[in-house]
């Protein structure tokens, strides 16, 4: 059902937890299944130097935010913002068709950090 | 990696008692019943033990047991058989909230073609209420349907009581008044015994008792009149037609057999086992709590929610450690809604904690449940610990 990646990333999920020292915080929630996905983005240098997240949601919700954290580390707000969806599915190889929105709750949590990023840093 | 099995309400492992009286009528005893040659003979004594065996685990007669292809057709048959039978004599049908998906489907399918259908609550206890069902009744009611014991939670219904209340109102002249129950996660866990229950028709089907999947039993009270929903040939007395599949008959008669000469301690190590898994689970892991009735249920099953976590992901981390168990709360097609079960037991829609039911069978052993007890706490840390919902909630708590 689930892809060995997905699986990986429910068992040891990479970057997990609030981030203290972070400089912008976003959130996603699934109105419909109630997921709720917080990320936390730390900015140097015009670049993304960390991210790390908080969930409550399915497998692919875990992994899909678990493999975004790994996937916009060095890139800069402009190049992350370019993320789609899609994207995160395919770093987790595939997901059951009915568990795709899973990666756009992830990459909605990742806009909604970019958004909050203060001006000076971006 | 060790192997842990505990979703044996989901199906068991056939006994290999229950393979070994399956496999002669495969390659060696492979005539039809119908047929009068020694072949069809033999095909047929088969089928009329295995029919003595399960009417005599549920004291019935065995011509008031008809084989067909399992618990989703018996419901289907019982259901959509009275209401073809008796709907010009009312079209009415009194059912609970949380019964199996065959029960429902069915009954909503007759609902769509103008019956009116009365849902049963279930209260926090997941119980249905007696008051409830003589409230319900009506002049009209054909039908009461409501299962002996949940699938989800384990909880027994008051189906005695519902027997008594039924027979009152046949006495008094409501002929047509009818009482079926899905017993199919009560048998071989609970005594089940036909009269005892005052029930018109009952559903069983072998994959819960450690016999094979795609054969089940209605049972049907002498005198009562159903419909058929399956035509063809002149099989099961006019009731269902279709070659009898006589390896699965042999299976579940021997499974009946088992099950009623082994039920008491068989009933007695699931209740310890399961007793001693609840304890643990309370003991070792905070926010979590119990759903359904503590002393009226079924032994073997214990299901649970556990705060700030969603089910399916404590399920799957299960699963990779290699214990199955299932989730009353798994998203399906973007809905992480809990299950109809759970709702009717007033659960909130929200997903603000998951649910997983644990269901142990005869060979579930200590060092088994001991491994799960080992493995769950860590797991369920883990999934907490990555939950906004679990920070907000000892943010709240340190104020
Ligand atoms: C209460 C109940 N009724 C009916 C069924 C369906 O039985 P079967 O799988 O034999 O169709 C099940 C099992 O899934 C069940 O738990």
Redesign the interface.
């Known amino acids: 059902m689930?892809s060995p990646t997905v699986?990986a990333h429910?068992?040891q999920?990479r970057n997990?937890?609030?981030m203290e020292d972070a400089v912008s915080r976003g959130e996603a929630t699934?109105p419909?299944?109630?997921?709720?996905?917080?990320l936390y983005l730390k900015i140097d240098a015009g670049r993304i130097v960390a991210a790390s997240?908080?969930?409550?949601?399915?497998?692919p919700t875990?992994a899909a935010a678990s493999v975004l954290t790994g996937m916009i580390e060095g890139l800069t707000p402009a190049q992350a913002r370019n993320l789609a969806p899609a994207d995160v599915t395919r770093a987790l190889e595939y997901l059951p068709r009915?568990?795709e929105?899973c990666c756009v709750l992830a990459i909605d949590a990742l806009r909604s950090a970019l958004a909050a990023i203060p001006i000076e840093m971006v | 990696m060790r192997r842990v099995y505990l979703d044996n309400s989901a199906s068991t492992r056939v006994d290999d008692e229950v393979v070994e009286a399956m496999l002669p009528y495969f390659t060696e005893q492979y005539g039809n019943a119908s047929s009068t040659h020694q072949w069809g003979q033999h095909a047929k004594q088969a089928i009329e033990d295995a029919r003595a065996q399960v009417a005599r685990l549920l004291n019935a007669q065995p011509t008031e047991i008809v084989f067909l292809s399992g618990g989703t057709e018996s419901d289907n048959l019982a259901i959509k058989g009275i209401a073809a039978a008796h709907c010009s004599r009312g079209r009415h049908i009194i059912t609970s909230a949380f019964e199996h998906p065959a029960v429902l489907a069915s009954c909503d399918q007759l609902e769509a073609q103008g019956f009116t259908l009365t849902r049963l609550p279930v209260y926090r206890e997941g119980i249905v209420r007696l008051k409830d069902v003589r409230a319900a009744l009506t002049d009209e009611t054909i039908l009461v349907t409501v299962m002996l014991a949940n699938n989800e939670i384990g909880t027994i219904q008051p189906i005695a009581e519902i027997g008594a209340l039924v027979a009152e109102r046949r006495a008094a002249g409501q002929r047509h008044l009818h009482l079926h129950t899905d017993a199919v996660q009560a048998v071989g866990k609970i005594p089940v015994d036909v009269k005892q229950l005052g029930v018109d028709l009952l559903t069983f089907t072998a994959h819960k008792i450690h016999g094979p999947k795609g054969v089940g039993a209605l049972y049907v009270r002498r005198g009562v009149r159903i419909t058929s929903q399956m035509h063809g040939g002149r099989h099961e007395r006019d009731r269902r037609a279709g070659t009898e599949s006589v390896p699965l008959i042999a299976g579940i008669g021997k499974a009946a057999e088992l099950a009623r000469v082994h039920m008491d301690e068989r009933a007695v190590h699931m209740r310890q086992l399961r007793d001693y898994l609840e304890a643990q689970i309370i003991e070792r892991i905070p926010d979590v709590s119990r759903n359904g009735d503590a002393e009226q249920r079924v032994p073997g099953v214990a299901n649970f929610n556990f705060d700030f976590v969603e089910g399916e992901g404590l399920q799957i981390s299960l699963d990779l450690k290699g214990i199955a168990v299932s989730t009353g709360s798994a998203c399906s097609s973007g809905s992480t809604e809990p299950s109809h079960v759970l709702l009717a037991i007033g659960l909130p829609r929200d997903s603000g904690h998951g649910s997983l039911r644990f269901s142990l069978s005869k060979d579930t052993t200590r060092e088994e449940i001991d491994y799960v007890i080992e493995t769950l706490p860590a797991i369920v840390e883990k999934l907490r610990k990555i939950s906004p919902r679990t920070k907000k909630k000892t943010a709240e708590h340190a104020e």
């Open positions: 689930y699986l429910l068992d999920p997990a937890g609030a699934n419909v299944c109630g997921d709720l996905l917080h997240f908080q969930a409550q949601g399915c497998p875990i009915n568990k929105h």
